[in-house]
């Protein structure tokens, strides 16, 4: 199974600051179709999760342009410029190229 | 708007059985890939299951944790999803959640304990 290793675990910024999870995959995430189906999600306290990016860089609707995912293969990242009071919770990658779908362990984002 | 309300969960000893619903509306549920995600206690979100649509052949994938005890279905005709869970282990205890990517339920309880 593919496994994803989030770093850091957790991660303690002040407002304003610019913060980034990493996302390593013990595979490529490319689809024989040339998709990379890799996505990023933020679980807000007592909240169902949400999707943020989806195809390593395409932000949901109404996902603010603050959020940018990059990468590709087995190494991706999401950053958050200008970290603001509602992007604290807790960040998952995903990925849906190989069965079973995995998620990352998650990263905490938390104020300093 | 997208609904997905999942129902069904509960408290059941070791070893039994379980089957949780998902109703889904606001789409077309009959075009739509059908997902279980669940959430352990403090813990991170697993995958268990998806089902796929009906020129797929509704074909069926599991969590290497869940294969063999696990069944996901559905019933277009109902805009249902649904998860049979069987010989539940204590570490089945979780929040279940329905997805019709990008949208999510709000999640049903499973505690499996004697």
């Known amino acids: 199974d593919v496994v994803l290793t989030q770093t850091p675990v957790s991660l303690s910024v002040t407002l304003g600051d610019q913060a980034s999870i990493s996302c390593r995959s013990s595979?490529?995430?490319?689809?024989?179709?040339?998709?990379?189906?890799l996505e990023w999600y933020l679980q807000k306290p007592g909240q169902s999760p949400q999707l943020l990016i989806y195809g390593v860089s395409n932000r949901f609707s109404g996902v603010p342009d603050r959020f940018i995912g990059s990468g590709s293969g087995t190494d991706f990242t999401l950053k958050i410029s200008r970290v603001e009071p509602e992007d604290l919770g807790v960040y998952y990658c995903f990925q849906a190229t190989h069965d079973p779908w995995t998620f990352g362990g998650g990263t905490k984002l938390e104020l300093k | 708007a997208v609904q997905l309300v999942e129902s069904g969960g509960g408290l059941v000893q070791p070893k039994e059985s379980l089957k949780i619903s998902c109703a889904a509306s606001?789409?077309?549920?009959?075009?739509?890939?059908m997902y279980w995600v669940r959430q352990a206690p403090g813990k991170g979100l697993e995958w268990v299951a998806r089902i796929r649509t009906k020129p797929n052949n509704y074909a069926t994938y599991y969590a290497d944790s869940v294969k063999g005890r696990f069944t996901i279905s559905r019933d277009d005709s109902k805009s249902m999803v649904y998860l049979q869970m069987d010989n539940l282990k204590t570490e089945d205890t979780a929040m279940y959640y329905c997805?019709?990517?990008?949208?999510w339920g709000q999640g049903v309880m499973v505690t499996v304990s004697s």
């Open positions: 997805t019709a990517a990008p949208n």
């Open positions: 606001g789409f077309t549920f009959s075009n739509a890939a």
């Open positions: 595979q490529s995430l490319e689809y024989s179709d040339g998709y990379t189906y």
